[in-house]
């Protein structure tokens, strides 16, 4: 046994304290170390795509994927992601020595590892669900889809939009002319000051301009690009609203079995919202638990009718609660849901009892939809005040908003599904941001972050299944 002695403070080879202290670890283990050594033991590393660690210039042969996995692995689960904080652990932590049978990678080797092998994690996590799914921990019936946003590494004040640039320039503009004025007015002596008064106006002006300069380019660089922002510290990250806030950073997409709140899939993006991600999302999942058919549901952020279509045509049914959109809500007028659409005519009854069966076809961007309306029966209406602000009222019809109506009469059926998706995700998403501390990314770059995710949520799943089968269960179902 090597390692550093926590007894006697310095690098002993044979310290037998040390020595016995580590074996009454490894017959009973606080901090997940035993079903993490059994479960990277059994995994093909190499079909997972991990690469050995590159040898010192020394010449020293460098470490096998499966101790550092092992590493990363504990320190997920016990709230230690940093490479040095890493690195400084597996010198003082018993248990930690014992996984790595007294190893002391560097923090630079350990950071290497997770930046070098940042796809593989991902198989690493998929085979742990495949593992749950022998070991029957997943109901396979009922999916909650969500999604969260995690910081990244990159202050807000280094986050830029074309909007934020504009209004910058503004004021830059507007500053420079004020510094002009004032100028003018030293040199036509109103202002009584002197020549230091004119050369820090002249500093400041040459410093506005410059940053001014700065913005312009970035501007020109977004038009260039048709991206809609700049982040300057991590490039991929996107200012994207999370509550009542904005942050800059990722969305990161979870689907969690609703039996026993365990991640079944999980990727990261930088779409500012989460409409479009559910038949990706549950479509992965349904795959991994290796169903024909899984009810979804999700929050009414995903509600988007070609998403809710793929859902239905990928073995998914979906529910997701519809939204209340539009200027009539917005101004307290009858909302959609108030239009009753009769299939016989191909016309919706108004609030009013009328028939608008006036249709106009329209397309914008792929989405066909049909305008329905009756200006003669709106003109003589009596409650239009309530309707709208305008002559007429019409009523926005999808070409496949059957779709969207099945989805609303299954959701009429099952109206505590709702509550299901809520407690099933809070759980994964609180312990991940609350109890595992890893509400931010530490690495740049969406590669890297998908992989330090993929980390995160196989911890949590971990976690998840020591608490449910108990460290001896798991370490039988991951050598059986
Ligand atoms: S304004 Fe038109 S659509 Fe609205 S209730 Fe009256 S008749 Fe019906």
Redesign the pocket.
């Known amino acids: 046994m090597t390692g550093v002695c926590c007894v006697h403070g310095v690098y002993r080879g044979s310290c037998a304290r040390l020595g016995a202290a580590v074996a009454g670890i490894g017959r009973g283990l606080c901090g997940g170390g035993q079903p993490v050594d059994a479960f990277v033991d059994e995994l093909d590393l190499g079909e997972a795509g991990f690469r050995r660690s590159r040898p010192k210039a020394t010449g020293r042969p460098g470490y096998n994927p499966a101790d550092m996995l092992k590493l990363y692995l504990y320190g997920y689960l016990n709230r230690v992601r940093s490479s040095r904080r890493l690195e400084a652990e597996a010198t003082r932590n018993l248990e930690l020595i014992w996984l790595l049978r007294g190893l002391r990678p560097d923090y630079k080797t350990i950071a290497d590892f997770r930046r070098d092998n940042r796809g593989a994690f991902k198989a690493v996590f998929r085979a742990f669900v495949v593992l749950c799914r022998r070991f029957d921990l997943f109901g396979r019936e009922l999916l909650a889809v969500d999604g969260t946003r995690l910081k990244a590494v990159n202050n807000p004040g280094r986050n830029f939009s074309r909007d934020k640039l504009t209004r910058y320039m503004a004021a830059a503009d507007e500053r420079i002319a004020g510094y002009l004025a004032e100028l003018d007015a030293i040199d036509r002596g109103e202002d009584g000051q002197g020549p230091d008064r004119r050369k820090a106006l002249a500093a400041k002006i040459a410093h506005v301009r410059k940053r001014r300069q700065v913005q312009a380019a970035m501007l020109e660089q977004l038009n260039a690009s048709g991206e809609s922002q700049i982040s300057l510290t991590d490039p991929d990250a996107r200012a994207m609203v999370s509550g009542q806030k904005t942050v800059v950073g990722y969305n990161a997409q979870v689907a969690v079995d609703a039996k026993h709140k365990l991640i079944v899939e999980q990727h990261v993006t930088n779409a500012a919202t989460d409409m479009g991600l559910l038949a990706v999302t549950a479509g992965a999942a349904r795959e991994a638990l290796g169903v024909e058919r899984i009810d979804a549901v999700a929050d009414m952020g995903y509600y988007k009718g070609e998403d809710i279509e793929a859902c239905e045509a990928n073995g998914i049914t979906p529910y997701v609660a519809r939204p209340e959109r539009g200027s009539a809500v917005a101004n307290g007028r009858?909302p959609k849901e108030r239009f009753a659409y009769d299939p016989e005519a191909d016309a919706y009854r108004?609030?009013?009892g009328?028939l608008?069966d006036t249709r106009y076809r329209s397309v914008t961007n792929g989405h066909v939809s049909i305008q329905y309306s009756?200006p003669a029966?709106?003109a003589a209406?009596t409650?239009?005040a309530?309707?709208?602000g305008g002559r007429?009222?019409r009523i926005n019809r999808w070409e496949n908003e059957a779709v969207l109506e099945r989805m609303a009469r299954r959701l009429a059926a099952r109206p505590g599904i709702l509550d299901v998706r809520r407690e099933t995700v809070e759980h994964p998403f609180g312990s991940i941001k609350q109890w595992m501390n890893q509400g931010a990314f530490l690495m740049r770059g969406l590669e890297k972050v998908r992989g330090e995710f993929s980390l995160t949520a196989l911890a949590y799943n971990l976690r998840r299944a020591i608490t449910l089968v108990g460290t001896p269960g798991l370490i039988q179902a991951v050598t059986a």
Request: contains cysteine; glycine residues 6%; aromatic residues 12%.
């Open positions: 009858f108004c609030p009013g009328q608008l009756s029966a709106c209406c409650i239009r309530r309707c709208t007429w009222r």
